[in-house]
């Protein structure tokens, strides 16, 4: 099997009156100075004029439950996978759990008034597996749907429309305990659950995602181990990829019968490029898209696994082995949308090894490649049809800190946003689709093995006393949404 080289993750009427902006990763600060404390703009935070979008767009931000929430032990809330993984010593920066995270299962009242003021539409949060069903199977914990239930109710209180992920990431440990995403039964015993969340807040949540990142999980936590469940084990890696599928269609079907809604599920897209001009490298590069994108965008929208991909597993492979008649119809099942999450671009080499070719973020996995979110979101309406897009995510970690002065100055953050929403425009004037786009994160929060290091938030949180503080991007994005463009 020459498996490519696996890398860490990450992984209308429109008005264009000012040309495209450049994929600059020049600091914002650089392009002029800014105002930090929420008042008149100034320069830099009037990037690329001009751009106005969709007038029902919808400017959201994104969050999920283990990164967030904290209250791991509380109102009958199970233990997951990353309760366990977080836990065990060297597995996290700093040995970082998300025991207490945000705190946002105690304080989402402050956080929905924040969404509120910075004017956002639409919330992509994530509901917990183990608040629900603690050991993942059986009746539902009353208590933790409740609380998804006060979230949603608050949020259609300040208008703003939520947007729910079924699994990111925090499955529980009882499952994994049975096999995990190895096991075909997770699927089902995932769809049981998705049913219980359907019939308990569906009437209320006008969008829904299943999985999210199926490729992560795949990555990190099999390929990779730097993810929970830590596992380094490829064979097991596919046959996870194709479990996860199942789980999604599973959930699509159930919904079905359930909710009336849209639903549809959630991946990150790596535009692969190849790194030089040779016939060698345009092929890995092909490859390289096949296991980065394909694998995941094919089952689901063509009820085909990439043939290129299944050559290059095996016959032989858990995953070619573990598909049974019927499977790729239940996982092909028609969705009604596509949430695609785009933070970095590939450069292959002939030899299926990848190269830099743009500076990097804090998170060394991460190339900053405005173009590439063009790029992505034109190939998925080109290479699968005009299937209404949102963006999920997209954000850009940073050391902030909180200056004498109780701001923030995340100046880079201003910069990356201002040139991927350039891009965003851009593809939207092409003829994509595109509904919404959510900035990853709303909040600063716990980011996996990397803990509480890399700082992904609009809204800084002091982790000791829990404060929040908007960040400069924060106004800047307020100031975005209310003119409906840049
Ligand atoms: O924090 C993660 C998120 O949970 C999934 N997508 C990528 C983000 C940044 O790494």
Known sequence: MSMPNRRP???????????????????????GGDRSDGGTPQADDAPAAGLRFPSDFGWGAATSAYQIEGAAKEDGRGESIWDTFSR????TRNGDTGDVAA?????????????????????????????V??????????????????????????????????????????????????????????ADYAEIVFRALGDRVPVWLTVNEPKTVVQNGYLEGHHAPGRQDPDAAYLVAHHLHLAHGLAVAAYRTTGSGRIGPALNLHPCYPADDSPAAARAAILHDGYENRLYLDPVLTGRYPQDVLDDLGPGSRLVRGIRDGDLATISAPVDLLAVQYYTPYYVTADGATVPRWPTSQASWQQ??????YDVLTRVTRDYGPLPLTVTENGL?????????????????????????AAVHRAVADGVPLESYHVWSLLD????????DQRWGLVYVDYPTQRRVLKRSAHWYRRVIAANGL
């Open 9 to 31: 993750p990450h992984g209308a009427a429109l008005s264009a009156t000012a040309p495209r902006a450049a994929a600059t990763t020049a600091p914002a600060a650089e392009a």
């Open 445 to 452: 929060n716990f980011e996996w093995d990397a803990g509480y």
């Open 368 to 373: 900053i490649h405005p173009d590439g979110m």
């Open 88 to 91: 065990t010593p060297g597995r």
């Open 397 to 421: 970690p940073s050391p902030d800190t909180l200056g004498a002065d109780g701001t923030v100055d995340d100046a880079a953050r201003v910069t990356f946003l201002r040139d991927h929403l």
């Open 133 to 190: 069903q603690a050991d993942g199977t059986g009746a539902p914990n009353q208590r933790g749907l409740d609380f998804y239930r006060r979230l949603i109710d608050g949020l259609h209180e300040r208008g703003i429309a939520p947007m729910a992920t079924l699994f990111h990431w925090d499955l529980p440990q009882a499952l994994q305990d049975a096999g995990g995403w190895e096991s075909r039964d997770v699927a089902h015993r995932f």
């Open 103 to 131: 705190d946002h299962y105690h304080r989402y009242v402050e956080d929905l008034d924040l969404m509120r003021d910075m004017g956002l539409r639409s919330y992509r949060f994530s509901i917990s597996w183990p608040r």
